[in-house]
Protein backbone atom coordinates (compact mmCIF):
# COMPACT_ATOMS: atom_id res chain seq x y z
CA UNK A 1 0.00 0.00 0.00
CA UNK A 2 1.21 3.36 -0.96
CA UNK A 3 2.04 5.88 1.66
CA UNK A 4 1.76 8.91 -0.41
CA UNK A 5 -0.73 11.76 0.69
CA UNK A 6 -1.02 9.57 3.99
CA UNK A 7 -1.13 11.86 7.04
CA UNK A 8 1.72 11.49 9.68
CA UNK A 9 0.76 9.89 12.88
CA UNK A 10 0.74 12.11 16.40
CA UNK A 11 3.81 11.64 17.94
CA UNK A 12 6.21 13.18 20.56
CA UNK A 13 9.75 12.01 21.00
CA UNK A 14 12.95 13.70 22.50
CA UNK A 15 15.37 15.10 20.08
CA UNK A 16 18.75 16.26 20.06
CA UNK A 17 19.88 19.33 18.79
CA UNK A 18 22.66 22.18 19.48
CA UNK A 19 24.04 19.82 22.60
CA UNK A 20 20.43 20.26 24.17
CA UNK A 21 17.44 17.89 24.50
CA UNK A 22 13.90 18.93 23.75
CA UNK A 23 10.79 16.90 22.49
CA UNK A 24 9.70 17.31 18.83
CA UNK A 25 5.84 16.31 18.03
CA UNK A 26 3.76 16.44 14.96
CA UNK A 27 2.67 19.94 15.80
CA UNK A 28 6.35 20.81 15.32
CA UNK A 29 6.30 19.69 11.83
CA UNK A 30 3.10 21.28 10.76
CA UNK A 31 3.17 24.63 8.75
CA UNK A 32 6.54 23.75 6.86
CA UNK A 33 8.70 21.04 4.31
CA UNK A 34 10.14 18.46 6.65
CA UNK A 35 12.14 15.37 5.58
CA UNK A 36 12.15 12.42 7.88
CA UNK A 37 15.38 10.32 7.20
CA UNK A 38 15.57 7.12 8.95
CA UNK A 39 18.90 5.35 9.09
CA UNK A 40 19.73 2.05 11.08
CA UNK A 41 21.55 2.98 14.19
CA UNK A 42 24.26 5.28 15.43
CA UNK A 43 27.69 4.67 15.80
CA UNK A 44 27.61 2.18 12.38
CA UNK A 45 29.38 2.82 8.94
CA UNK A 46 27.02 3.95 5.91
CA UNK A 47 25.11 6.13 8.09
CA UNK A 48 27.30 9.17 8.94
CA UNK A 49 28.40 9.66 5.31
CA UNK A 50 24.67 10.30 4.80
CA UNK A 51 24.30 12.26 7.69
CA UNK A 52 27.67 14.28 7.13
CA UNK A 53 26.16 15.03 3.34
CA UNK A 54 22.92 16.04 4.71
CA UNK A 55 24.93 18.24 7.76
CA UNK A 56 26.67 20.01 4.51
CA UNK A 57 23.65 20.37 2.80
CA UNK A 58 21.85 21.64 6.05
CA UNK A 59 21.60 26.05 5.25
CA UNK A 60 20.35 25.61 1.81
CA UNK A 61 17.16 23.04 3.33
CA UNK A 62 16.79 26.01 5.66
CA UNK A 63 16.28 28.16 2.88
CA UNK A 64 13.65 26.80 1.48
CA UNK A 65 11.75 26.54 4.24
CA UNK A 66 12.49 22.53 4.96
CA UNK A 67 13.52 21.16 7.98
CA UNK A 68 15.49 18.10 8.45
CA UNK A 69 14.55 15.21 10.84
CA UNK A 70 17.22 12.49 11.23
CA UNK A 71 15.49 9.37 12.69
CA UNK A 72 16.50 5.87 14.30
CA UNK A 73 15.95 3.62 17.21
CA UNK A 74 18.45 4.92 19.30
CA UNK A 75 17.93 7.39 22.27
CA UNK A 76 18.50 10.98 22.65
CA UNK A 77 21.45 9.78 24.89
CA UNK A 78 23.02 8.00 22.24
CA UNK A 79 22.99 10.34 19.98
CA UNK A 80 24.62 12.70 22.00
CA UNK A 81 26.92 10.36 22.78
CA UNK A 82 27.41 9.74 18.78
CA UNK A 83 27.53 13.62 18.35
CA UNK A 84 30.25 13.76 21.24
CA UNK A 85 32.46 11.11 19.69
CA UNK A 86 32.25 11.33 15.99
CA UNK A 87 34.02 14.45 14.33
CA UNK A 88 31.65 13.82 11.54
CA UNK A 89 28.58 13.82 13.62
CA UNK A 90 29.95 16.82 15.39
CA UNK A 91 28.59 18.51 12.19
CA UNK A 92 24.92 18.14 12.49
CA UNK A 93 23.10 20.92 13.47
CA UNK A 94 19.44 19.63 12.45
CA UNK A 95 17.15 17.72 15.43
CA UNK A 96 18.35 13.80 15.61
CA UNK A 97 15.05 12.75 16.84
CA UNK A 98 15.30 9.59 19.66
CA UNK A 99 13.12 6.49 18.59
CA UNK A 100 13.76 3.85 21.00
CA UNK A 101 10.23 2.62 21.02
CA UNK A 102 9.65 2.49 17.45
CA UNK A 103 6.84 4.41 17.21
CA UNK A 104 8.00 7.07 14.54
CA UNK A 105 9.52 3.43 12.61
CA UNK A 106 6.11 1.50 12.37
CA UNK A 107 4.17 4.93 11.41
CA UNK A 108 6.37 5.45 8.65
CA UNK A 109 6.88 1.32 8.13
CA UNK A 110 10.20 1.17 7.78
CA UNK A 111 10.72 -0.87 11.44
CA UNK A 112 12.70 -4.23 11.11
CA UNK A 113 11.24 -5.85 13.84
CA UNK A 114 13.33 -8.56 14.83
CA UNK A 115 16.48 -6.32 14.47
CA UNK A 116 14.87 -2.86 16.46
CA UNK A 117 16.14 -1.35 13.85
CA UNK A 118 14.98 1.09 10.51
CA UNK A 119 15.47 0.50 6.90
CA UNK A 120 17.48 3.43 4.91
CA UNK A 121 13.51 5.64 4.58
CA UNK A 122 13.33 9.11 3.23
CA UNK A 123 10.69 10.80 3.62
CA UNK A 124 9.37 14.21 2.38
CA UNK A 125 6.18 15.54 4.41
CA UNK A 126 4.15 18.26 3.20
CA UNK A 127 3.20 21.32 5.69
CA UNK A 128 -0.46 19.78 5.49
CA UNK A 129 1.49 16.29 7.46
CA UNK A 130 0.93 14.44 4.68
CA UNK A 131 3.77 11.97 2.71
CA UNK A 132 4.37 13.21 -0.71
CA UNK A 133 7.91 11.40 -1.62
CA UNK A 134 9.38 8.67 0.17
CA UNK A 135 12.21 6.15 -0.84
CA UNK A 136 13.40 2.73 0.87
CA UNK A 137 16.59 1.91 0.10
CA UNK A 138 18.86 -1.56 1.39
CA UNK A 139 21.21 -0.86 4.55
CA UNK A 140 24.01 -0.85 2.69
CA UNK A 141 23.34 1.78 0.00
CA UNK A 142 24.26 5.39 1.19
CA UNK A 143 21.61 8.26 -0.14
CA UNK A 144 22.04 11.63 -1.84
CA UNK A 145 21.94 14.86 -0.47
CA UNK A 146 21.53 16.71 -3.54
CA UNK A 147 18.82 14.18 -5.15
CA UNK A 148 16.44 14.82 -1.96
CA UNK A 149 17.03 18.67 -2.04
CA UNK A 150 16.29 18.81 -5.75
CA UNK A 151 13.12 16.44 -4.95
CA UNK A 152 11.84 18.65 -2.21
CA UNK A 153 12.39 21.66 -4.38
CA UNK A 154 10.12 20.57 -7.24
CA UNK A 155 7.68 19.15 -4.91
CA UNK A 156 7.49 22.47 -3.38
CA UNK A 157 7.02 24.24 -6.83
CA UNK A 158 4.34 21.84 -8.06
CA UNK A 159 2.43 22.71 -4.88
CA UNK A 160 2.81 26.18 -5.75
CA UNK A 161 2.04 25.71 -9.34
CA UNK A 162 -0.30 22.57 -9.16
CA UNK A 163 -1.23 22.91 -13.40
CA UNK A 164 2.66 22.07 -13.61
CA UNK A 165 4.68 18.94 -13.59
CA UNK A 166 8.73 18.46 -13.40
CA UNK A 167 10.63 16.12 -15.72
CA UNK A 168 13.42 13.56 -14.79
CA UNK A 169 16.17 15.78 -13.36
CA UNK A 170 14.25 19.06 -13.27
CA UNK A 171 15.92 22.05 -11.77
CA UNK A 172 14.30 25.25 -10.04
CA UNK A 173 13.87 27.43 -13.38
CA UNK A 174 14.31 25.00 -15.98
CA UNK A 175 11.23 24.16 -18.04
CA UNK A 176 8.24 22.28 -16.53
CA UNK A 177 5.59 20.43 -18.11
CA UNK A 178 1.96 21.62 -18.91
CA UNK A 179 -0.13 17.80 -19.60
CA UNK A 180 -2.82 18.54 -21.62
CA UNK A 181 -6.11 17.11 -20.31
CA UNK A 182 -5.84 14.14 -22.33
CA UNK A 183 -2.64 13.01 -20.85
CA UNK A 184 -3.34 14.06 -17.70
CA UNK A 185 -4.56 10.50 -16.57
CA UNK A 186 -1.81 8.81 -17.65
CA UNK A 187 0.55 11.12 -14.86
Known amino acids: MSLINKEIADFTVQSYQNNSFAPVSKKDVLGKWSVFFFYPADFTFVC ?7 ANKYEEFKKIGCEIYSVSCDTHFVHKAWHDASKTIKKIQYPMLADPTATLARAFDVLIEDAGLTERGTFIVNPEGKIVSYEVV ?3 IGRN ?3 LFRRVQALQFVAEHGDEVC ?5 PGAKTLKPSLDLVGAI
Request: charged share 35%; proline share 11%.
Open 145 to 147: ADE
Open 48 to 54: PTELEDL
Open 167 to 171: PAKWQ
Open 138 to 140: AGN
